[in-house]
Structures are given as C-alpha cells and as structure tokens.
C-alpha cells in the first residue's frame, strides 16, 4: 500500500478529492454594492462589539484601582481613628487634668474653711 506522499494525482483528481472547504475558488473584485447589506452589518457589529469589550475591559481595570486605593484610604482612617481615640482617652484623664489644673492653673483642692454652702431662695 502506498502513503499519501507517493501517489500521484492529475489536478481534475486533485479537485474532487479535496474536502469541500479546501477547493480553490476563482476569487474576483467585489464592489460594495454587490456585498449583502447583512453581511456589512455583521462586520460593523463585530468591530463595534470589539471595541466595546476593550472599553469595557479598560474601565473596569480603572474601576478596581480605584477601589483599591479607596480601600487602602479607609485602612489609613480607621488608623487614625484608631490612634486619636487612644490620645483623647490618655489627655483626658482625671488625674492628667488635676495636674494641668494645679500646675499651670495653680488650682489646689480647697480646705474646709474655704468652702462656703450658698443657700438659693
């Protein structure tokens, strides 16, 4: 038996033996008038739809940047947030206020005869 590299074929063989889709097509000029109008939609289509998709791939990219920068902002935030609860907790204690007040003040805790009851009528 002899493989498909050895055997001869005449070119009317060699056109029916071709699959349909590999036949040689006399190719001419088409003018656009004679193209169908639904094959030009079909082509106007694909090249808007791709156009489309890389828009919208794009701006999707842009979207998830933001998003990654605004969540990084609000890590910073909470952060601070974090840090300033911690400093109005520390100034504001009792004891730190008593010794701003006697120190910068000169505010001292009164003795007994220094204070006086005022009665309201």
């Known amino acids: 038996m002899k493989s498909n590299a050895q ?6 063989q060699r056109q029916h033996a071709a ?8 190719s ?4 656009w008038h004679e193209v169908p109008l ?17 828009y919208v791939k794009d701006f999707s990219r842009r979207l ?6 605004m969540q990084a902002e609000q890590t910073q935030s909470q952060l601070n947030w974090g840090k300033y609860l911690l ?17 910068k003040l000169n505010m001292h805790m009164p003795n007994s005869n220094e204070i006086s009851v005022v ?3």
């Open 64 to 69: 998830f940047i933001q998003e990654q920068q």
């Open 38 to 54: 639904s094959l030009v939609c079909l082509l106007v289509f694909v090249v808007v739809s791709s156009v489309a998709v890389v």
């Open 7 to 12: 055997v001869k074929y005449s070119p009317s």
């Open 87 to 103: 400093e109005q907790s520390t100034l504001s204690t009792e004891a730190r206020v008593q010794a701003l007040a006697q120190k």
């Open 19 to 26: 699959p349909r889709a590999l036949r040689v097509i006399n």
């Open 119 to 121: 009665k309201i009528d």
């Open 28 to 31: 001419k000029t088409v003018a």
